[in-house]
């Protein structure tokens, strides 16, 4: 079987490592899968990029000036909103042409348009959608934050000016993306049972398939190594406790470092002795940024995937208070390196932190049981047992081999659903 994953970006943001992982996990399964993006980043040969051309940079900033256009020029949710009305035609490509499936992944911001996905499907090939959040079940945002209009049409959307009208964009691509799907000719997949509970709530998904397969790791390489080793190779003090945050872009709202500053005032002023045996490392793009009340360590935005397991097995806790988030990698590499997590009770999370088996579920929102869930995790759980736990929970659910398996019985089924009109 051959499989051809397209996605935006190679390597940059949540999705394109998803997307990256399920290929290697697939082809180490018996499926020769390749992806098809716009940015490639690396010199691996399993990975194709479009070809190049002005049109690809066009599109992108057409994207973008569409939006920007309907936002009335404010960039307060530029990167929230995406229309799909320009893209790349791949049906001509070789790598198209060759595959038995068609497995769509994070593909906005220029990468496909509405019309060209539309080309996808009438080529006749079986399509498979991995849904990393709910743009495919909305009219325009990735997140609904909230807002359930996408439950019937969308329409007086609070991300636009005013909040909208009844007929406004969210509403017109709501449509576009109705008329697309009514086939029935693409099978959904959501990364976490919070996504498939949201998606399947949408007006669009009516009638249609949908099924949740968790992102894979590779064990191999995101696992426990000696701390004190780690740590050296990371820059971080040997005799702290470390308390890991890490995100693409640590100042993004959506990943809540407010509340993460929050708990750690909580803490210190709770525990003052904190002061002296505890630091926090801090991994990403503007990291630099933030201040807080435990001495810190803006690490920036780290590419090397050796680098990043070492911080990783350099923690003693990782925090990722995210206000909305579907199945977060980060969690997935904290665990897998035996490093327990602490998160908001939302999305995904609930899903892969067990509560006080392998970490600790906090409130939403709630600074004081996120600041008593990091204190618990250092100071008063079995430290042997949770990481022990850790290791169980992502050998069972997000290991290459039981990911793949479960995307190949996807696959089969959209072929003879597509072969025998089933």
């Given at each position: 079987?051959?499989?051809?994953?397209?996605n935006?970006s190679e390597?940059t943001?949540g999705?394109?490592?998803?997307?990256n992982?399920?290929?290697?996990a697939?082809?180490?399964?018996g499926?020769?899968?390749?992806?098809?993006?716009?940015d490639?980043?690396?010199?691996?040969?399993t990975?194709?990029?479009?070809p190049?051309?002005l049109?690809l940079?066009?599109?992108?900033?057409?994207?973008?000036?569409?939006?920007?256009w309907?936002?009335?020029?404010?960039?307060?949710?530029l990167?929230?909103?995406?229309m799909?009305?320009?893209?790349t035609d791949?049906?001509?490509?070789?790598e198209f042409q060759?595959?038995?499936v068609?497995?769509?992944?994070?593909?906005?911001?220029?990468m496909l348009?509405?019309?060209?996905i539309?080309?996808?499907?009438?080529?006749?090939?079986?399509v498979?959608w991995?849904?990393h959040?709910?743009w495919?079940a909305t009219g325009?945002?990735?997140?609904?934050?909230?807002c359930?209009?996408y439950a019937s049409?969308?329409?007086?959307?609070p991300l636009?000016?005013?909040k909208?009208?009844?007929?406004?964009l969210?509403?017109k691509?709501?449509?576009?993306?109705k008329?697309?799907?009514h086939?029935g000719?693409?099978s959904?997949?959501?990364?976490?049972r919070?996504l498939?509970?949201q998606?399947?709530g949408?007006?669009?998904?009516?009638g249609?398939?949908i099924?949740?397969?968790p992102?894979?790791?590779?064990?191999?390489?995101?696992c426990?190594q000696?701390?004190a080793e780690?740590?050296?190779r990371?820059?971080?003090?040997?005799?702290?406790h470390?308390?890991?945050?890490?995100?693409q872009?640590?100042t993004?709202?959506?990943?809540g470092m407010?509340?993460?500053?929050?708990?750690?005032?909580?803490l210190?002023?709770?525990?003052?002795?904190?002061k002296e045996?505890?630091?926090?490392?801090i991994?990403?793009g503007?990291?630099?940024?933030?201040?807080?009340?435990?001495?810190?360590?803006?690490?920036g935005?780290?590419?090397?995937?050796?680098q990043i397991?070492?911080?990783y097995?350099?923690?003693?806790?990782?925090?990722?208070?995210?206000?909305e988030?579907?199945?977060?990698?980060?969690?997935?590499?904290s665990?897998?390196?035996?490093?327990?997590s602490?998160?908001?009770?939302v999305g995904?999370?609930?899903?892969?932190?067990?509560?006080q088996q392998?970490g600790?579920v906090a409130?939403?929102r709630?600074?004081?049981?996120?600041?008593s869930?990091?204190?618990?995790?250092l100071e008063?759980?079995?430290?042997a047992?949770?990481?022990?736990?850790?290791l169980?929970?992502?050998?069972?659910?997000?290991?290459?081999?039981?990911?793949?398996?479960?995307?190949?019985?996807v696959?089969?089924?959209?072929?003879?659903?597509?072969?025998?009109k089933?």
């Amino acid at each position: 079987m051959r499989v051809l994953i397209v996605n935006t970006s190679e390597k940059t943001g949540g999705a394109a490592v998803a997307a990256n992982r399920l290929m290697d996990a697939l082809n180490n399964n018996g499926v020769k899968a390749k992806m098809l993006v716009r940015d490639k980043e690396t010199e691996d040969i399993t990975v194709v990029s479009l070809p190049r051309s002005l049109r690809l940079q066009w599109n992108f900033l057409w994207e973008r000036w569409c939006v920007f256009w309907h936002l009335h020029f404010s960039r307060q949710h530029l990167w929230e909103v995406d229309m799909a009305t320009s893209g790349t035609d791949i049906t001509r490509l070789r790598e198209f042409q060759e595959a038995d499936v068609i497995h769509l992944s994070w593909i906005n911001q220029g990468m496909l348009s509405l019309k060209n996905i539309r080309k996808i499907i009438r080529s006749g090939k079986p399509v498979v959608w991995t849904m990393h959040d709910l743009w495919p079940a909305t009219g325009i945002c990735h997140y609904a934050r909230g807002c359930n209009r996408y439950a019937s049409a969308c329409g007086n959307c609070p991300l636009l000016p005013n909040k909208g009208s009844k007929n406004d964009l969210s509403a017109k691509i709501f449509r576009r993306k109705k008329e697309l799907y009514h086939r029935g000719a693409i099978s959904f997949v959501t990364c976490s049972r919070w996504l498939e509970r949201q998606a399947k709530g949408s007006g669009l998904f009516v009638g249609q398939r949908i099924t949740n397969i968790p992102n894979p790791i590779d064990t191999h390489v995101f696992c426990p190594q000696d701390q004190a080793e780690a740590r050296l190779r990371a820059g971080l003090p040997a005799d702290k406790h470390i308390i890991l945050f890490v995100s693409q872009r640590v100042t993004d709202e959506r990943k809540g470092m407010r509340y993460f500053i929050e708990a750690i005032d909580r803490l210190v002023a709770r525990y003052p002795e904190m002061k002296e045996n505890t630091a926090i490392a801090i991994l990403g793009g503007h990291s630099e940024e933030v201040n807080l009340t435990l001495p810190s360590y803006s690490l920036g935005y780290v590419s090397d995937e050796k680098q990043i397991v070492a911080i990783y097995n350099s923690a003693d806790a990782f925090v990722l208070p995210s206000l909305e988030d579907n199945l977060p990698n980060t969690i997935m590499e904290s665990m897998a390196c035996g490093v327990p997590s602490i998160g908001f009770r939302v999305g995904g999370i609930p899903e892969m932190i067990d509560h006080q088996q392998n970490g600790y579920v906090a409130n939403y929102r709630d600074t004081e049981d996120l600041a008593s869930g990091i204190h618990w995790v250092l100071e008063e759980a079995d430290r042997a047992a949770l990481k022990r736990a850790c290791l169980q929970k992502v050998a069972q659910n997000y290991s290459q081999h039981a990911v793949a398996l479960k995307y190949i019985e996807v696959y089969n089924e959209a072929m003879a659903y597509k072969n025998y009109k089933l």
